[in-house]
């Protein structure tokens, strides 16, 4: 996000986060050379912990747009530490949002939220935006907190407010406990894939994968043309269920695929086998991504590739 917002914009970009363990310190932004930028500031905070100190308000200054991207994301995780993850979420939008009240110039507040606040999705149902939520994890459950919250601030305090649910994201640099990595580092090791299907173990479940260039190329837009107050899904334009990315992956990097396909969801409550949202509200706007996801898939398997210490991070 804020590389792509560096490239394509003029603006001077303050980036807050906690550096946790998903975060490698700040090698990701190192990595991309936007700690030498002059227009980039990073600041080390704990979103979730406390109300903004008077100090970091100062050093923030006039603020224009926050993209509130702060979450715990990983549902296993989350399954293994709710309260942790659940305060997590909730108080750093809380938090947030006080600030954002007190922005004399504030014009979009874009909250990020998932696919999965509408829980599983059968074949062939795409959810829409004015769909009701049915969280079936913690982590769900704690983004759809957050997001309803969101909306109240709006309601109550005019916050400029736009949220998005997006879609299972890809990109260079990812944290290896995500999907597309992990069978990167599986493949490599010429370790078996436990790919996750039904109960029968003959059919598995799917996703749709968007790149992260993408999804800020989605932000971005509706930055400048998203309605405030509404609600858009960033949608992957592809649906690819686990053993055909797992074969894709296998492919491009030119060594064999060793899986299984399991019936985890059965055993493990907390995960669908599927997520869908419907994507037309934002394209009806003009928007579409500007890479496909084949092409996103293999300049990110190739970059990762090129640059194997990211496997292990």
Partial sequence: MVEHLHHKTDWNIVVIDKLTYASNGMERLR???????????????DLAADPFSPGLVSELGDINCIIHTAAETHIPRSIEDPV????????STVHLLEYARTLPNLEKFVAFSTDEVYGGAPLNVDYTETDRHNPTNPYSASKSAAEQICIGYRSVYQIPLIVVNCMN???????????????????????????????SCTRPGSRFYIHARNVS??????????????????????EVDNLELAQM????MGINLKYELVDFHSLNHGH???????????????????????????????????????LDI
Avoid at 32 to 42: E, I
Avoid at 84 to 91: D, L, P, Q, Y
Avoid at 181 to 196: A, F, W
Avoid at 249 to 252: A, E, M, N, P, T
Wanted: hydrophobic share 40%; proline share 4%; with cysteine.
């Fill in 31 to 45: 990595d991309a050379a936007l700690l030498k930028s002059p227009r980039v500031t990073v600041f080390t905070v």
């Fill in 84 to 91: 942790g993850v659940i305060h997590n979420n909730v108080m």
């Fill in 169 to 199: 994201v890809i990109g260079q640099r990812q944290h290896p406990e995500k999907y597309l990595i992990k069978c990167m580092k599986h493949i490599m090791n010429g370790e078996i894939i436990q790919v996750h299907a039904d109960p």
């Fill in 217 to 238: 190329d989605a932000v971005l837009f509706l930055i400048h043309n998203g309605k405030l107050g509404e609600v858009y899904h960033i949608t992957g334009e592809k």
């Fill in 249 to 252: 992956i296998s492919k491009l």
């Fill in 272 to 310: 669908d086998d599927r997520y869908s949202l419907c994507g037309d509200k934002l394209a009806a706007l003009g928007w579409k991504p500007p890479v496909e996801f084949e092409k996103s898939l293999a300049k990110t398997v190739r970059w990762t590739m090129d640059h194997r210490r990211w």
